[in-house]
């Protein structure tokens, strides 16, 4: 059996797609645990339909409490049913039928592997990759693999992958409980939204744990679906959750040699909100780097 995490906000417009494609998978072992943000719209009631057909258990939250913490208390109740894995999906996304299988399979051949990224292409224009992972270039900047390329980009891409993308990936719950802090949380809660899943990946990586890319379980993401293309919130989170990520899991040394490239970056950054008077984006940033560099690591 496999558990899937999914945390919802006011997404209405995604989830009929969502759990119809759930409805068509050909692996049908799965329970959902469905972490509600807190919505205003019709997200619980088109959910409840689906509880006809589906395995769901809805858990309802009064705000919205951000990426991590909902997830983290998804994860909590699927830890304690019987699957080995849990599956974190964003709802603004469609799964190829096949998808849980393959997904399964891959899980059954490499037990060697705890984690396993499911690929993810462009709801839109389906020969295109949305995210095949994560990697780091050498100052640590996290990125999506193969974003915007076509598919023949994964013919030579290496199925060991160096971080997995928490929109579309599985976890072993041995990975998760051994990585979870002092206060019990899987997804640091300081995130709110935006590269929690890099943190988590950073964990993951100091303690040894294997990860890998399932190149035929796919699913079609709505990129930036419930996120937003652009947005003040978006440049803040951006911008303060780059500083915490690195200052917290970099040594310091590492860190305090990257810092004046960050800098740098955010500077021409907002040097480009200036240009095209884009005041209030100017003030995100700055409000991002200023409490981005004020977070204390616990170390």
Known sequence: MLSIVVVNWNG???LENFFTSLENQT???FIVYFVDNGSQDNSIKITEKFTRNLNIDIIRLDKNTGFSVANNIGIKKALKDNSNFIITLNNDMELDKSCLYKLNEAIQKFPEYDVFQILMMDY???DIIDAAGIEFNKHYYASQIGLGKSLHFLEKLSTDIPGVCAGAAAYSKRALSTIKDHNGNFFDPIYFAYYEDVDLVLRLLKNNFKLKL???SIVYHIH???GGKESDFKTYYLARNLLIYTK???PDTTYKKCLPVYLFRFF???FKHLIKGNIKRCKALLNGIRDGLSYKTQR
Do not use: A, C, M
Request: net charge positive.
């Open 224 to 226: 930036s679906g419930t």
């Open 124 to 126: 839109n224009n389906r």
């Open 27 to 29: 692996y049908k072992e």
């Open 214 to 216: 399932v190149k035929d």
């Open 268 to 270: 021409i950054q907002g």
């Open 12 to 14: 209405e417009v995604f």
């Open 248 to 250: 917290k899991n970099l």
